[in-house]
């Protein structure tokens, strides 16, 4: 079982839906979980950190489930701007430090 | 300008070369490292480094070798370049802290070898 998986997609979505990701993780221990989004062909940039309690900024929600070992982005109301790939990454700092990227899920937005 | 820069961003090579792809912040993090991204693998830490005096293998260090010169500076080198060596090469830093973790990327360095 990989570390970190993702489904690669892609989701094609309609221009207003909401559309949610899920990314599922293998170490019970892991401590920190992120989204990140990446262009084509472009650096990964942080999109935002995933809080315990959940986390939201603007139409993007962010949701940890450390009982069933994923966490889950939610798109609202989807622009043709967040059209990408959406990376999760998680990390563990025990005796060693160890950051995993996920393979990514690619969203197209349609016109 | 860009917080964090690669070079080159583009590189062609032949097989049996050594390559050096550099990296460059202004953030004023500490932590610093190098990743590869390949399609249908995600990106994999190849080295990371917490201070300039430390400096800590990632997943796939095999074939690589960096120097950490200074706080703002975090170098790659390929000993000698293979085939399966080519692949997108980003550097990234983060902070320390709470948010130790969220890493800020550099614009890639595409190295193809021959």
């Known amino acids: 079982r990989k570390e970190v998986e993702q489904d690669p997609g892609p989701f094609n979505v309609p221009e207003g839906a909401t559309v949610a990701f899920n990314c599922t993780y293998s170490?019970?221990?892991?401590?920190?979980f992120f989204w990140y989004r990446q262009d084509c062909r472009k650096e990964p940039k942080l999109l935002m950190s995933?809080?315990?309690s959940g986390n939201e900024d603007g139409r993007f929600t962010a949701q940890l489930n450390r009982a069933s070992q994923y966490i889950s982005l939610l798109i609202r109301d989807s622009k043709l701007s967040d059209s990408a790939t959406y990376l999760c990454v998680v990390t563990y700092s025990g005796g060693y430090q160890k950051v995993t990227f996920g393979i990514g899920t690619k969203l197209q937005v349609i016109p | 300008d860009a917080d964090v820069t690669q070079t080159p961003r583009n590189r062609i090579t032949k097989t049996g070369k050594r390559i050096m792809l550099e990296c460059s912040q202004t953030?004023?993090?500490?932590?610093m490292y190098w990743y590869r991204q390949d399609p249908g693998l995600g990106l994999r830490l190849i080295y990371y480094s917490f201070d300039v005096k430390d400096i800590n293998k990632g997943e796939i260090s095999d074939g690589y070798s960096v120097s950490r010169q200074a706080q703002a500076k975090f170098s790659l080198s390929l000993e000698s370049a293979i085939p399966n060596q080519t692949a997108l090469y980003f550097c990234?830093?983060?902070?320390?802290?709470?948010?130790?973790?969220?890493?800020?990327f550099g614009p890639g360095t595409r190295l193809t070898v021959l």
């Open positions: 990234a830093t983060s902070g320390t802290g709470a948010r130790r973790w969220e890493q800020y």
């Open positions: 170490n019970s221990a892991s401590q920190s």
């Open positions: 953030k004023g993090h500490d932590r």
């Open positions: 995933v809080y315990s």
